[in-house]
């Protein structure tokens, strides 16, 4: 569906956007919606961008070793609990 909203997006300035909703089967409230998210959309891609960086840099430091994600990491067991 995205697709059709950008294609929509795209061809808004040679038709109008009621006549591509029309020939799309989409609802016009739906495609102004998707554009109104676009926004958040493209700071979230950002964000996980940046978070998927910086793992990998802490993944190749590591010398590839695994590494748990902040939240995920338990404490340490003790040797007398072995």
């Not at 998210?37 to 978070?51: S, V």
Request: hydrophobic share 50%.
């Amino acid at each position: 569906m995205n697709d059709t909203y950008a294609f929509i997006e795209a061809e808004k300035t040679t038709h109008g956007v009621a006549f591509l909703c029309r020939l799309l089967k989409v609802a016009r409230s739906s495609f102004y919606a998707w554009l109104a998210a676009q926004k958040t959309r493209a700071a979230r891609q950002a964000a996980e961008a940046a978070l998927t960086h910086e793992i990998t840099v802490i993944h190749l430091a590591s010398r590839g070793t695994d590494v748990a994600l902040p939240g995920c990491i338990r404490p340490p067991v003790s040797r007398a609990a072995m």
